[in-house]
């Protein structure tokens, strides 16, 4: 949204993570970035900036205390039916919806294909500015904003870019780029219960069922301790069976 006289940058504070969920537990990008947003929330203190985790799906039950262990300070828990699968439309119907609402001054998501999928559109409905796959995310000493670090040009130059007259400021960050902070298993914070509106639920198209990919119950590579290769010797598919199998064998990704 365009800062203007009547909508100035200090209407807006927090710094939103946006959660993801698969398979009923918390994305461990999601972790990496509550713990990045704490970082930036501490530099934003002086305008009382919190950590604000914002949860979409179905039957979410309980995963809020996996969050405030890893540093939320709220949670904004969105669970209805509607969301069960991923449907980018009414999913970026409610966020803008409630980014309206509460007014974040940032708000980053991991790059995950949901991530790329739903920031985008929430950007062009909000009408402001997105980074994608950032490498670095600071606050600027002197200005408070948002620096956003990313390749560019293939990688060949580093940009740091800025969003200086449109709020919130978005990000989206590869999982791994920043690190899990330790654990506060008596970490609280505030639980606040939104919905979705009827009118946010029609949308064009219906999901009836999701399915993983086969191999995805195996480790992948973002967490795995060994990563076992093949390369034009195993000639098929059917000779990358030993390749899988040593991967099970010793808990570890394949990787080509």
């Known amino acids: 949204m365009k800062l ?20 009923g537990k918390v994305h461990r990008v999601t972790i990496e970035l509550l713990g990045k947003a704490k970082d930036l929330a501490e530099k934003r203190a002086s305008s009382g900036s919190k950590v604000v985790c914002l949860l979409m799906g179905y ?19 969105v669970d209805d039916e509607s969301l069960k699968f991923f449907n980018d439309s009414i999913h970026a119907s409610v966020v803008t919806r409630l980014v309206k609402k509460y007014k974040p001054e940032i708000m980053i998501s991991g790059a995950t294909s949901k991530g790329r999928s739903l920031m985008p559109l929430v950007a062009v409905k909000l009408e402001t500015g997105l980074t994608a ?34 709020r919130p400021q978005m990000s989206t960050v590869r999982q791994g780029v920043f690190k899990v902070l330790p654990e506060d298993v008596s ?7 939104e919905f979705v509106l009827d009118e946010e639920k029609q949308t064009s198209f219906t999901i009836i069922s999701e399915e993983g990919l086969d191999g995805e119950t195996r480790v992948n590579l973002h967490d795995a301790n060994v990563i076992v290769t093949g390369g034009r010797g195993v000639k098929s598919a059917d000779g990358f069976k030993v390749i899988h199998d040593l991967a099970d064998a010793v808990n570890g990704a394949v990787g080509a």
Request: glycine share 10%; net charge negative; proline share 1%.
């Open 4 to 23: 203007s006289e009547l909508d100035s940058a200090d209407n807006y504070n927090d710094v939103w993570v946006l959660g993801e969920v698969v398979e």
């Open 133 to 166: 796959d950032c490498t670095g995310l600071e606050i600027d000493e002197e200005s408070g904003l948002l620096l956003q670090t990313r390749p560019a040009y293939g990688g060949n130059i580093i940009a740091t870019i800025k969003c200086e007259d449109h």
């Open 59 to 77: 039957q979410l039950d309980g995963l809020e205390k996996e969050l405030f262990s890893h540093h939320a300070d709220k949670v904004i828990k």
């Open 187 to 193: 970490g609280t914070g505030e639980l606040i219960s």
